[in-house]
Structure formats: structure tokens, C-alpha cells
């Protein structure tokens, strides 16, 4: 019943751009809080982006100034606006609700981003 997901993944090359999607379904998609994380091999998820119902939004230092995350309510989407990307930015995206509370919402399966040349 409750759906969330992610698409816009892909392999690029450094320097290139990328697009990712997040449709939520089932859910109030207005009053939540809506987040990116991302995890690579042998790492920690972290949260790489968040935005609030009312689209207040916060960003990870390693990507601060590179993505940009945004929210269309009459879409139930959120984005994250990938620019610049690092061969460190590697990873499987996942968007989550309540990013905050990494222990409740719903989680997405996941997108792969993978930038190498």
C-alpha cells in the first residue's frame, strides 16, 4: 500500500550531473518530512539531503553546494539535483520519509549512482 520510489540513477562520468526522483504514494505525502540517504560498499549510511513539509532543507558537507533537494507536493515527489559529481559520490540512494528518524517511515529500494570514467 504505502510505495516509496526512487529512479534517475545511472553511471556518469566526474563532473556530470544527474537527477534523482522520488514518488511516495499510500502516505500524506504534504505533512511529511522527506530525505535522501546514500550508502556505499563498506560504509555507513548517512543522510545526504532532507526537506521539510515545509520545505525547509539541509545538506551533508560533502555534497553542500553540489545538490540541491526539492519537493513538489502536487506530484508527491522529491528531488535531488546532482551536480559536480565526485567518483566518492558513488553509492545507492535511497529516499526515505521522516529522514530524522532513521528507525520509522518508509524507505525506498534505492538507486545506484555510479560516477567513474
Known amino acids: 500500500q504505502v510505495q516509496v520510489v526512487e529512479s534517475g540513477g545511472g553511471l556518469v562520468q566526474p563532473g556530470e550531473s544527474l537527477r534523482l526522483s522520488c514518488t511516495a504514494s499510500g502516505i500524506d505525502f504534504r505533512r511529511l518530512d522527506m530525505g535522501w540517504y546514500r550508502q556505499a560498499p563498506g560504509k555507513q549510511r548517512e543522510l545526504v539531503a532532507s526537506i521539510s513539509s515545509r520545505s525547509n532543507t539541509n545538506y551533508a558537507d560533502s555534497v553542500k553546494g553540489r545538490f540541491t533537494i526539492s519537493r513538489d507536493s502536487a506530484k508527491s515527489t522529491v528531488y535531488l539535483q546532482m551536480v559536480s559529481l565526485k567518483p566518492e559520490d558513488t553509492a545507492v540512494y535511497y529516499c526515505?520519509?521522516?529522514?530524522?528518524?532513521?528507525?520509522?517511515?518508509?524507505w525506498g529500494q534505492g538507486t545506484q549512482v555510479i560516477v567513474s570514467s
Open positions: 526515505k520519509t521522516s529522514p530524522l528518524d532513521p528507525s520509522s517511515g518508509y
